[in-house]
């Protein structure tokens, strides 16, 4: 059963756990599936998903202090957080760990039952259906850079070479195609995080 | 939707022991957290089957695979070939080569000259283009790779760059930990940046490339500011050493958020 979270509540808990640390644990259990389908919708990888949603988490917990309600409400600040792992693994192609190893949480394999729950939060054909559109609607170039990169799996280097453009370019190119497929699958607002 | 497997209470654990750790209230690890959730169920079972695997050196998860230990890669045979998992350690080229070498898999390691937070990282592992993929499949960090596969596995690894030498792999400057985050923001009116950079970091060289409709190119600031004046930071990428590429576009074209945490 999923929870239908609010952004108030989620506020109280962070709120709870600078002084209660176990309240973070309720935070995770509010959040964790709404961050897993976020990411996944977004990466089509349960691997990048889950450790997208732990460095999620991690981050959120250094950085709790600076958790302000009066900027927004739980959700709103989480789903910032997010946000910005997810470009960051759009630029550099896997999550950052760097969070989860300040925190010392260690990094657990996950197991096949893990990934199929991942994989169970998102409806597959919509998500295919809604990739198809949000390709059609990229230009020709920036389709034919995801199609390269993500379908063909060229490195950088020859990506720029097929492109005709510099590696730096080409990085620039990808990240730009993926932030713009991203986006044309939903903006991450804080409604998204009901089920 | 699936009912959610154990997995993930053992992540909340992992979270909540950290969470304990950071705020400073009290010792308890993941291990004991996890150990009290399973106490009312089966404590006796738990404590049993913990101690066997002790005292016969196996893990509790059943698996007919052998697992070959390294201290930068964790290689397991499986029933089809074997499975490379790259640690989230730091890896030297040279390191990374012998441990790949002597587990035996084909491998070019090729070190990339670059800064910051990619020094020792794994920057990509790819196989080769021109062989059919069937037989590997690589996943971030995970490479399965098939009894038979010809090919030469590709493992580019970050090396810190000679002095002066461009980075091959740029460096974000505006991420967490790296030297404008949170000096510069992603939003940030381009002469406001200026100013922060100079106070922050006087001796960083700055390239600024503007993007916009009317303008686009690497040109000085004030030009920029002249064309443009509305300009705003986009995103900032070390090149080299103290050398750093800003890029400056309208407000409307942003391509990426100001980090939340700022």
Known sequence: VRHATTGDEVSALLLAARTEPRAFGEVFELVNDDLLAYFYRRCFDAHAANDLAQETLARALVHLDRFDPARGNGTQWLWGIAHRELMTWFRKGKAEARARERVGMRLLPLPDDALEHIESLVDAQDLQAALADALAGLSPSLRRTVELRVGQGLGYEELATELGCSVGAARVRVARALARLQLALGDPPATEVSA | ???????????????????????????????????????????????????????????????????????????????????????????????????????????????????????????EIRAPVDLPNDGIRVDLLDVEIDDGWQGVLEVRVGVEALPGEAYAYTVDLLADGERLHCVVSAGDPAADAAAAIAEVDPALEVHWLVRTSDVRGELPLDEILVEEPDVVVDWAIEIADGVANVQLVNASDLMFEPDPAC
């Open chain 2, 1 to 123: 939707v699936t009912a959610r497997p154990n997995y993930f209470d053992s992540v909340r654990d992992e979270l909540v022991a950290a969470a304990v750790r950071e705020r400073g209230a009290g010792g308890v690890d993941a291990d004991e957290l996890a150990a009290r959730r399973r106490r009312p169920r089966a404590r006796w079972l738990v404590a049993a089957v913990a101690a066997i695997a002790l005292v016969v050196g196996i893990g509790l998860v059943a698996t007919d695979t052998q697992r070959v230990e390294a201290s930068g890669i964790d290689v397991v045979q499986t029933a089809t070939g074997v499975r490379v998992r790259f640690l989230n350690v730091e890896h030297t080229p040279a390191q990374l080569q012998r441990e790949l070498d002597d587990a035996g898999i084909a491998t070019r390691v090729i070190a990339v000259p670059t800064g910051g937070p990619w020094v020792g990282d794994i920057l």
